[in-house]
């Protein structure tokens, strides 16, 4: 585990190069801090796809003691997950321009601060998860944490061009975590769900690496997009979004899927494949810029969107489309 700002708690370097003493804050600016830690924006597109699938899951809406004890625990498990990655990473975040105004490289918040923060909500959550639903989800908010934590910001992170491929399973159990809440159980469709989000990490990532390619070759992260030509990376991302748009499109053989998820699924997906080819022919081109790469970012996060959105809908309107023996009716 890192170490080199332990010696840093009496000051850091701010992003003009001036060594800023910590100080005591005010509550608000100390809670800010705190949150800022937890990486909201990550966490609320976690959230995103936890209560459509709970939704999903019980054919309309769960009891609210459920539904509130994962969404809570769940996002704590998500905070404390981002919070320990904060930790972890603290000496290549004052390197990177993206990550140079995090709580611990600004010095609102000591390494002793955050590792204490990371430990408190993390426990909290799992606590929620086990008394709120059930065993299994707890079980599986700790899985969570585990892959994040020490699969891929400790053992991956820095040492393969992989890491967002196999770490990027962590932001996949927020549907299975869902799923066991509502259910008490695994099914093939928590599967299924676990999997488009699984797939969907490394387009949605890729072209951010693209963007940020100088910052990861500054900190030695080995990130696809800091090591391989913009034409290797938009390729793969292509492979990638062809293998989502498929996989979430299961759903309708397995009969869990009406209309509204399948023509959802089918329009937004020619859409985020389509885009992903442009990509691709962009980065082709002499006058290739970043520009089309984070168009396919942010449209990644429209895409998982409306998917989960119509899959939160489906099961208030129609049948699905191919019912099968042990499928909803």
Not at 191 to 202: A, G, H, M, N
Not at 222 to 233: E, K, N, Q, Y
Not at 300 to 315: E, G, K, N, Q, R
Request: glycine residues 8%; hydrophobic residues 50%; proline residues 6%.
């Amino acid at each position: 585990m890192p170490s080199t700002l332990d010696a840093q708690s009496a000051g850091t370097k701010t992003s003009s190069g001036v060594r800023s003493e910590t100080r005591k804050l005010g509550f608000g600016r100390k809670a800010a801090a705190y949150v800022a830690l937890t990486k909201p924006r990550v966490m609320e597109l976690l959230l995103v796809t936890t209560l459509p699938t709970m939704i999903f899951a019980q054919r309309g809406f769960p009891d609210v003691l459920t539904m509130v004890a994962t969404m809570v625990g769940g996002a704590l498990a998500a905070g404390s997950s981002a919070a320990f990655n904060c930790y972890i990473d603290r000496d290549i975040d004052k390197i990177m321009k993206r990550t140079e105004n995090r709580p611990l490289v600004t010095g609102e918040l000591t390494p002793r601060e955050a590792l204490v923060f990371s430990w408190v909500i993390g426990v909290v959550s799992i606590l929620i998860l086990a008394l709120g639903t059930n065993l299994l989800a707890a079980a599986l908010g700790v899985a969570a944490i585990f892959f994040y934590v020490v699969v891929y910001s400790l053992i991956l992170k820095r040492r393969t061009e992989q890491n967002i491929v196999w770490g990027g399973i962590a932001g996949c159990f927020p549907v299975v975590i869902a799923w066991a809440a509502v259910r008490g159980t695994i099914e093939w469709p928590a599967i299924v769900l676990f999997l488009i989000i699984f797939l969907w990490t490394p387009p949605h990532y890729w072209p951010l690496s693209l963007k940020y390619k100088k910052d990861y070759q500054d900190a030695e992260v080995p990130m696809l997009g800091a090591v391989a030509s913009a034409r290797v990376v938009s390729s793969q991302v292509v492979l990638y979004a062809w293998a989502t748009v498929a996989c979430s499109l299961l759903l309708v053989p397995l009969g869990w899927a009406g209309i509204v998820y399948t023509a959802v699924a089918l329009v937004t997906g020619g859409w985020f494949i389509y885009e992903c080819h442009v990509l691709y022919g962009q980065s082709q081109k002499p006058d290739y810029d970043d520009k089309k790469a984070m168009k396919v970012f942010h449209l990644s996060i429209t895409y998982l969107t409306l998917v989960f959105v119509a899959l939160a809908v489906d099961p208030f309107v129609g049948q699905p489309l191919m019912p099968v023996p042990g499928a909803p009716a």
